[in-house]
């Protein structure tokens, strides 16, 4: 279980987790995470990077997202701007403004 206040916009994102780790609660541990676009770097245990004391555990997780195909509709292609249910128009972009 975890909670994870953030600060995120379109390409930039900050998270600190606070992870409860097989519902122990008196014994959290505490993490870091950025994301730069599509490359994210963090840690669900950050202590035993700051801290002297005895590591239980550590873990880094590191993501690259590439998009190598994007779809019509996000490349502006898209004539309709609504999308009717059932209808073989396209479905439209994820992002506002097709990015």
């Known amino acids: 279980m ?16 606070i992870v409860m780790h097989e519902y122990d609660v008196a014994h959290p541990s505490i ?6 676009n599509g490359l994210v770097v963090g840690s669900d245990h950050i202590m ?6 005895d590591v239980y555990a ?3 997780y590191v993501r690259v997202r590439w998009m190598i195909f994007r779809s019509p509709a996000c490349r502006g292609k898209r004539t309709n701007k609504k999308h009717r249910s059932g209808s073989k128009e396209m479905i439209p972009c994820s992002f506002p403004g097709g990015g």
């Open 48 to 53: 035993p990077f700051i801290s002297k004391g």
């Open 31 to 36: 993490g870091f995470m950025l994301r730069l």
């Open 2 to 17: 975890a909670i994870t206040p953030r600060f995120e916009t379109r390409y930039f994102e900050a998270a600190l987790p």
């Open 58 to 60: 550590l873990d880094l």
